[in-house]
């Protein structure tokens, strides 16, 4: 089912953390010691995010990651979409393979939330989260 891992959670994070910074480059070495996480960490979790084109980085003394749109044009769904690939159901099987399949009657109705769930994602911005306290 829907669940957010916890590379979409520093995902997000960096997300804010440059959208607060707004132009200026943000270096993810002194982002990673007060989060508490190596760097190694979240260069690798920037990599889809700057594929995604939803960031960018800039190398040099003064150089550092920034984001690559308005945090208004960022989705949160975006976001998710470019560390984990998409909102998908998961369903329950034997072997890989359903015996219910055809007839099951959680399909749909699972369908229905994650629309829901893809929808509000989409609708929420970057821009709506920052400097809020959450």
Known sequence: M???KTRVDYGLIIMLELAAN???PLSLT???KRLKVTSAYLIQISQPLTKAGL???REGTKGGYTLA???GKISLLAIFEALEGGIQRRCISLNGKCPNAK???ARGPWDIVLD????ALNKRSLASLVGKKL
């Open 22 to 24: 707004g132009n200026s």
């Open 116 to 119: 829901d769930i893809k929808s």
């Open 69 to 71: 749109k308005p945090a």
């Open 30 to 32: 002194g982002l990673a």
């Open 2 to 4: 829907f669940q957010v």
């Open 55 to 57: 960031i960018k980085s």
């Open 103 to 105: 007839d099951c009657k």
